[in-house]
């Protein structure tokens, strides 16, 4: 049930909706607290606390914030909720926080921009701001040193803009060099400034990444809503309001290299604690009033539905990976969840197994019944974090004292209910150790030499390692690929060896003695890098070869994506392994019928002369169903001859895989493009009478067809 706003992305509500009662407000809601009484409601996990970084009236309704390669700090503000303005009446803004005596706590607030449109996520680049604000991604730059922006450039334009909550946001900066963002599969056709030539891109059913380094923009697997996460080896997460923390699985460029499968999602909840939170607060009058008639409509009509008026994910936000020195080592990796209906903050563990194609998402030691951060102010609205070069984590929290979308509210609950309350306010605050005393950082990163940024790959902080990677990539100064080089060979820390590889690659200054010694690198995740490398250099694909007989799951799985970018004999033989090892999986499946080569009928053949060909789990009737609608799909006469001769093998024959192939061919061929009108009147009349398949049932649709073939 998705009940609750996101609202860092922005639900705007005609004002026609908005009558308030305000006696029936004061008796149903409580008031706000001041910045330091709410500071007080706090429960931070023992060990940590929390401060009071800034509040109103230096910062309200803050909904993203990015500190710059020298510290300075940027926060976007979402001014304009609930109402939508007119064009050049705009309030929403970005600021500059300023602690300029040391203390911890900001006291000066510079607009940096202003008449800001719907603004949800920001991102320093080249000195300036990447701006997502529907329906464009923006650039702003101060050049003059004041603090605030005299240029503004719309670099990408075209996105979906009428729901705020389903739009373009959540700007990151990947160690590949490509740039993330989530567009919640909303429609729209994008042009970029510096690609005038190309044609507008459609963005629908996706999200979105980018490279101004190159010049280049493309479809990314998704969609996510508003929190998206990149660790150190850029493994992606996203945020969905009802579903707190999913990976994607497959980038879109694999499942979509040709047009057959018969699904190409490729995103996975990867909590094993769906969809329970641990709220503390009072259930808003409105929420639970509402719950209460429908669940009575519901026991009225039988229906077997209950709705939950607390107490499951409904307005989670913000998510984001840890990867600060500030807090204690045991929180580094860690992905850190909002929820603003439950006014509070989750913690996600993340663990893999050998035999693991993704990660599990677990509650910490500790908080097996209860949150991270939790408040009993209803006003509480964690929308989103930051990590900052001091390595604390920052908590953005929009103090709002209704949140949710009034489109689901009924009439009479809603008159009650001022959604403007609350405009004037807004809190940060920055979690830190107990009973230890700020340390401000001054990294001044945009002065410091180059050779002197690549020493900061391995910073225990890793914010600096992400800002001195960004800056280089910038600058393309390629005097420092000598330490590029001596740092991805020998470096003992993985992460700065991938640092070092990437930036490499930016500078065009990669080759294939580095990429094959990264091959074999010691850790599995510079390795899985190094595969992706490896596509632009034919000379690797019989190191790729090799991978296939003993890497973990998850490597197998990169491995046998990018075997699917050669053409070449051993490649079947070598998805035949993967299946071999690890054919149960549903995403390995998907990754080995992404290529050309393994959804392709010398594949099962190679199978069916395997001993894997017998195994039931390993090769499923499923994957047999979904080759033979590959087959059917790309209907290739020649490809259509060699399937009907693997249907009479004896392996066909084991448990319902024939009827699997049958069915599954059928499904393709009538998808395939292109196929005669009556020929795909007469499938749809044979499927419909498929009951018992037999090989009778084989030679009736060979009869069918054999006017094509």
């Given at each position: 049930?998705?009940?609750?706003?996101?609202?860092?992305?922005?639900?705007?509500?005609?004002?026609?909706?908005?009558?308030?009662?305000?006696?029936?407000?004061?008796?149903?809601y409580p008031g706000p607290l001041s910045p330091e009484e709410a500071l007080k409601s706090l429960q931070v996990i023992d060990g940590l606390k929390a401060e009071l970084f800034a509040a109103e009236p230096l910062v309200t309704d803050p909904v993203s914030m990015e500190f710059d390669e020298d510290g300075n700090c940027y926060v976007v503000v979402m001014s304009d909720y609930p109402d939508k303005p007119a064009p050049g009446t705009e309030k929403g803004h970005i600021l500059v926080l300023r602690d300029l005596d040391g203390d911890g706590r900001a006291d000066t607030s510079i607009v940096f921009a202003g008449k800001l449109s719907e603004g949800t996520s920001i991102l320093p680049w080249k000195g300036g701001l990447l701006v997502t604000a529907a329906p464009e991604i923006l650039y702003m730059k101060d050049t003059t040193g004041d603090f605030v922006a005299d240029t503004r450039e719309v670099m990408f334009s075209g996105f979906f803009k009428d729901n705020p909550e389903t739009q373009i946001t959540n700007l990151r900066f990947g160690v590949d060099n490509w740039i993330y963002a989530n567009n919640r599969g909303q429609d729209g056709n994008v042009t970029f400034r510096d690609r005038p030539d190309a044609p507008p891109l459609s963005v629908k059913g996706a999200d979105f990444r980018f490279r101004l380094d190159r010049g280049l923009f493309e479809l990314e697997t998704g969609p996510g809503q508003f929190g998206q996460v990149l660790d150190d080896y850029r493994n992606r997460f996203v945020t969905e309001n009802s579903i707190h923390i999913q990976q994607t699985l497959i980038a879109w460029r694999y499942t979509h290299r040709h047009p057959h499968l018969p699904s190409t999602r490729s995103i996975k909840n990867i909590s094993?604690?769906?969809?329970?939170?641990?709220?503390?607060?009072?259930?808003?009058?409105?929420?639970?009033?509402?719950?209460?008639?429908?669940?009575?409509?519901?026991?009225?009509?039988?229906?077997?539905?209950?709705?939950?008026?607390?107490?499951?994910f409904t307005g989670a936000?913000?998510?984001?990976?840890?990867?600060?020195?500030?807090?204690?080592?045991?929180?580094?990796?860690?992905?850190?969840?909002?929820?603003?209906?439950?006014?509070?903050?989750h913690r996600d563990v993340l663990s893999i197994g050998k035999d693991d194609v993704h990660f599990t998402a677990k509650r910490a030691e500790g908080e097996f019944n209860r949150e991270f951060i939790y408040s009993k102010d209803n006003w509480f609205r964690p929308v989103n974090f930051s990590v900052g070069p001091d390595g604390y984590l920052y908590v953005l929290d929009y103090y709002r004292q209704h949140i949710e979308t009034p489109v689901s509210i009924p009439d009479d609950?809603?008159?009650?209910?001022?959604?403007?309350?609350?405009?004037?306010?807004?809190?940060?605050?920055?979690?830190?150790?107990?009973?230890?005393?700020?340390?401000?950082?001054?990294?001044?990163?945009?002065?410091?030499?180059?050779?002197?940024?690549?020493?900061?790959?391995?910073?225990?902080?890793?914010?600096?390692?992400?800002?001195?990677?960004?800056?280089?990539?910038?600058?393309?100064?390629?005097?420092?690929?000598?330490?590029?080089?001596?740092?991805?060979?020998?470096?003992?820390?993985?992460?700065?060896?991938?640092?070092?590889?990437?930036?490499?690659?930016?500078?065009?200054?990669?080759?294939?003695?580095?990429?094959?010694?990264?091959?074999?690198?010691?850790?599995?995740?510079?390795?899985?890098?190094?595969?992706?490398?490896?596509e632009s250099y034919p000379q690797c694909l019989p190191d790729l070869l090799a991978m296939v007989k003993d890497s973990p799951a998850k490597l197998t799985l990169q491995v046998a994506l990018s075997l699917g970018q050669f053409n070449h004999a051993s490649v079947t033989n070598a998805l035949a392994e993967v299946l071999g090892r690890y054919g149960d999986s549903k995403v390995i499946q998907m990754a080995v019928l992404s290529a050309e080569t393994g959804s392709a009928p010398p594949l099962l053949e190679t199978l069916f002369n395997s001993p894997t060909g017998k195994d039931t789990v390993k090769i499923p009737a499923s994957f047999i169903h979904d080759i033979a609608f590959v087959t059917g799909s790309r209907n290739d006469s020649k490809q259509v001859t060699q399937f009907f001769q693997l249907l009479k093998h004896a392996d066909m024959q084991i448990s319902n895989r024939l009827a699997s192939a049958v069915k599954g061919f059928v499904s393709g061929l009538e998808r395939s493009e292109g196929i005669d009108p009556a020929l795909k009147a007469g499938l749809k009349t044979f499927k419909s009478g498929l009951k018992d398949v037999s090989g009778q049932t084989v030679t009736d649709l060979e009869k069918l067809i054999a006017t094509k073939y």
């Open positions: 049930m998705r009940n609750t706003l996101k609202l860092c992305a922005g639900l705007l509500l005609p004002a026609a909706l908005l009558i308030f009662g305000s006696c029936g407000n004061k008796e149903k094993d604690h769906d969809p329970i939170m641990f709220q503390e607060s009072a259930t808003p009058y409105w929420r639970a009033e509402r719950s209460r008639r429908r669940n009575k409509e519901f026991q009225e009509k039988n229906l077997n539905r209950v709705e939950y008026e607390r107490g499951h936000s913000g998510g984001t990976f840890y990867n600060g020195d500030g807090l204690p080592a045991s929180f580094y990796g860690n992905i850190f969840t909002g929820e603003v209906a439950g006014n509070l903050v609950l809603k008159a009650e209910m001022d959604f403007y309350e609350g405009s004037d306010k807004g809190r940060i605050y920055r979690i830190m150790p107990a009973g230890s005393a700020y340390k401000k950082a001054t990294p001044q990163l945009s002065k410091a030499g180059s050779d002197s940024l690549v020493q900061l790959f391995a910073h225990p902080n890793q914010w600096y390692a992400q800002q001195a990677h960004r800056l280089l990539v910038e600058r393309q100064d390629k005097s420092v690929i000598p330490a590029l080089q001596t740092m991805a060979a020998q470096h003992t820390d993985p992460r700065a060896r991938l640092h070092a590889l990437y930036v490499l690659e930016a500078l065009n200054a990669l080759n294939l003695s580095i990429v094959k010694k990264a091959l074999a690198d010691s850790s599995t995740d510079v390795c899985e890098h190094a595969v992706i490398l490896a």
